[in-house]
């Protein structure tokens, strides 16, 4: 039996939520996911796949589904990790951070190479109500600011955004495609706003790399007097040091495994867990699986 690529529009949201955590975190620690069997059984996926079907096949065809009929943020998000991060760089040389804390905001996707490049996503079912204010954090820590959407939405970005802020579409091939290039945000840092995104063991690591040392205060006061001094380095050099102390963060061995052994699919999804080296592990043992082994009723 060939699958079809082809559900019913009605099922399409519910279906969307196959890439959440709730359902990803169940395959990892329980092996299994409830919510799977009842998305599968109470729409028409059932009638076009064969249980034998391998769980890393199914998500590739579950997120070809998606691709060409419900491009939500996840769908985007992927396109990053496959097009840009492990498309033009590698692992080996850059990173990406996902839902990377700034101020009052998380921005959507950060690709950190020797500089850093932040991705927000506006895609078919987002609005711009709060694009201004995201844009503004934005420039507060990162080299270049870009917006990915569609194509018909980015006619209209062009007229409400800054120039130096690039745009994005995310085409119908499956390549993202550059309307409007981006402009370098380095100098205009905001060397608080940046300290105040990192953990402690990275604005450490940042002004003992910068000064040689860490100050020599109780613990209470390593905040305090730490960003006093981080808040003294050249905003490009912090910028510079900060992101290459950034793209090291949750790095690991075990998520380039992921990667490499992970159908196409789950690539942002590997990124967002990339701290959580069992979880990791425990999907990947799942990926040869079949489908019909991990889709079970809910308890009664």
């Not at 589904?65 to 985007?76: S, T």
């Not at 990790?81 to 959507?108: P, Q, Y």
């Not at 007229?159 to 402009?183: A, F, W």
Request: aromatic share 10%.
């Amino acid at each position: 039996m060939k699958t079809r690529e082809n559900i019913n529009q009605k099922y399409l949201p519910a279906v969307s939520r196959i890439f959440s955590p709730v359902v990803m975190d169940s395959l990892a620690l329980k092996g299994h996911s409830a919510y799977l069997y009842e998305v599968c059984s109470n729409s028409d996926i059932l009638e076009q796949i064969k249980p034998s079907m391998p769980l890393s096949q199914f998500f590739d065809w579950i997120y070809n589904v998606l691709f060409k009929n419900y491009r939500n943020e996840y769908i985007y998000k992927n396109a990053i990790a496959n097009k840009i991060l492990l498309g033009k760089h590698s692992l080996n040389t850059s990173h990406m951070l996902t839902e990377f804390r700034v101020g009052k905001c998380k921005a959507d996707a950060v690709v950190i190479n020797g500089t850093s490049t932040v991705y927000e996503i506006k895609s078919e079912f987002d609005s711009f109500a709060r694009l201004e204010s995201q844009v503004k954090a934005y420039y507060q820590i990162f080299d270049h600011i870009n917006v990915i959407t569609s194509n018909p939405q980015a006619i209209k970005l062009q007229s409400i955004l800054p120039d130096s802020v690039g745009i994005l579409v995310l085409t119908d091939r499956n390549t993202i495609s550059t309307i409007r290039e981006s402009k370098s945000n380095k100098k205009n840092i905001n060397l608080d706003t940046l300290f105040d995104s990192l953990r402690k063991k990275e604005y450490a690591k940042v002004v003992e790399e910068y000064y040689g040392t860490l100050p020599n205060v109780p613990n209470t006061r390593i905040y305090r007097e730490c960003k006093k001094l981080f808040c003294k380095i050249p905003p490009e050099t912090a910028h510079d040091i900060t992101m290459n102390t950034l793209r090291k963060r949750n790095n690991t061995k075990v998520l380039k495994e992921f990667i490499t052994k992970a159908p196409a699919s789950l690539s942002a999804y590997a990124l967002s867990i990339c701290g959580e080296k069992e979880k990791m592990r425990a999907l990947m043992s799942n990926f040869t699986s079949n489908i019909g082994s991990v889709i079970i009723p809910k308890p009664a």
